[in-house]
């Protein structure tokens, strides 16, 4: 295994780490807008990460150069298709969260 191979299975473990904790913030969030929040934040880094590890194991060829293409769509498309779905539900005034008892 060489230092290359390890920093793309790291980039690839944090980036699925991530989205799987955007997945347990879907469920265990509140309201919608906590929801949007988690996934929005958390895909947005899990994505990069994943496709980062595809970018180290590649190379920096014609390979390379779309997948940082594909990352810097993704960079400008998820937090603003988050913000569009959040002003949305805010402006069809979806309920928000209530100060409910957090569970532990």
Same mark, same amino acid.
């Given at each position: /295994?060489?230092?290359?191979?390890?920093? +793309?299975?790291?980039?690839?473990?944090?980036?699925?780490?991530?989205?799987?904790?955007?997945?347990v913030?879907l469920?265990?969030?509140?309201?919608?807008?906590?929801?949007?929040?988690a996934?929005?934040?958390? /895909?947005?880094?899990?994505?990069?990460?994943?496709?980062?590890?595809?970018?180290?194991?590649m190379?920096?060829?014609?390979?390379g150069?779309?997948?940082?293409?594909?990352?810097?769509?993704?960079? /400008? +498309?998820?937090?603003?298709?988050?913000?569009?779905?959040?002003?949305?539900?805010?402006?069809?005034?979806?309920?928000?969260?209530?100060?409910?008892?957090?569970?532990?």
């Amino acid at each position: /295994m060489t230092i290359q191979d390890a920093i +793309t299975a790291l980039f690839i473990i944090l980036g699925t780490g991530l989205i799987l904790s955007a997945s347990v913030g879907l469920v265990k969030m509140p309201d919608f807008f906590c929801r949007t929040h988690a996934l929005g934040n958390a /895909m947005t880094l899990g994505i990069t990460f994943i496709l980062l590890g595809a970018w180290i194991a590649m190379g920096t060829g014609s390979v390379g150069f779309k997948i940082a293409v594909a990352i810097v769509f993704q960079l /400008m +498309t998820i937090p603003v298709s988050s913000h569009i779905l959040g002003k949305v539900a805010y402006l069809k005034k979806i309920p928000r969260w209530k100060h409910r008892e957090i569970l532990k």
